[in-house]
């Protein structure tokens, strides 16, 4: 404990350039996912490919991808871009098959009545099919979430500085706290994402928070029911 309050600096610091990689690639593999997931659902020949493809990429070790990056891409292994990139391919991994799922489950008939009321392709996507899938897809972005501030920790292997100093310095000098205070502040900034993004799903879809009070007043008139018919 006492190294912790000694080295808060050094944890705070560490905890933003972790946030900032991680922020990075989950809005890149949110921004990609969707065009991708899109084509992959709206095109039936290509749902098995993008999806199975994309889904496989998430069988690459993270370490091996990360070395792989710089081939192709001819970026620097140890360059903060190439984590972010490794990063984003498993966002996409977990991300496209939520989208295609989130827009399965639109009711055929909503998305007929956007067509017959003269609502194209793009504008039905935009206006009608995304926010009936946004559960969906808000609960895979709250995975993708989670698992991309955990993997960014392996960025240090290759040189990229971030929560993941405290593990590999802190095994290597065997000072505990310092592995402890890295698992403790990957967790916590792994809790603040999610609550945010269930927060932003409230405000951007308040019809999601009013279905379980729907169900609750349902449960609550079933129950009472029998009570009303006995008194009778």
């Given at each position: 404990m006492n190294w912790i309050l000694e080295n808060l600096d050094l944890i705070g610091t560490l905890a933003l350039e972790h946030?900032?990689?991680?922020l990075w690639a989950i809005a890149a593999g949110f921004l990609v996912s969707l065009p991708l997931g899109w084509a992959a659902w709206r095109y039936k020949a290509l749902r098995g490919l993008v999806v199975t493809g994309t889904g496989l990429l998430y069988t690459i070790p993270s370490l091996a991808l990360l070395m792989i990056l710089p081939v192709v891409t001819g970026m620097s292994a140890i360059s903060e871009a190439n984590l972010i990139v490794a990063l984003t391919i498993y966002a996409l991994a977990i991300m496209v098959r939520c989208v295609v799922d989130g827009l399965d489950s639109v009711d055929p008939q909503t998305r007929s009545a956007a067509t017959a009321m003269g609502y194209g392709p793009g504008r039905r996507f935009a206006a009608v099919e995304l926010p009936l899938a946004g559960p969906v897809i808000l609960a895979g972005l709250r995975v993708t979430s989670v698992s991309t501030i955990s993997l960014a920790t392996v960025g240090i292997l290759v040189g990229v500085t971030n929560l993941g100093y405290l593990f590999t310095n802190g095994l290597?000098?065997?000072?505990i706290p310092e592995v402890l205070a890295?698992?403790?502040a990957v967790a916590l900034i792994a809790l603040i994402i999610d609550l945010l993004l269930v927060l932003a799903?409230?405000?951007l879809m308040p019809w999601t928070a009013a279905q379980p009070r729907r169900a609750r007043r349902?449960?609550?008139a079933?129950?009472?029911?029998?009570?009303?018919?006995?008194?009778?």
């Open positions: 946030l900032r990689q991680s290597q000098r065997r000072i890295g698992v403790l799903g409230r405000w349902a449960r609550r079933r129950n009472r029911a029998p009570q009303a018919v006995g008194t009778r």
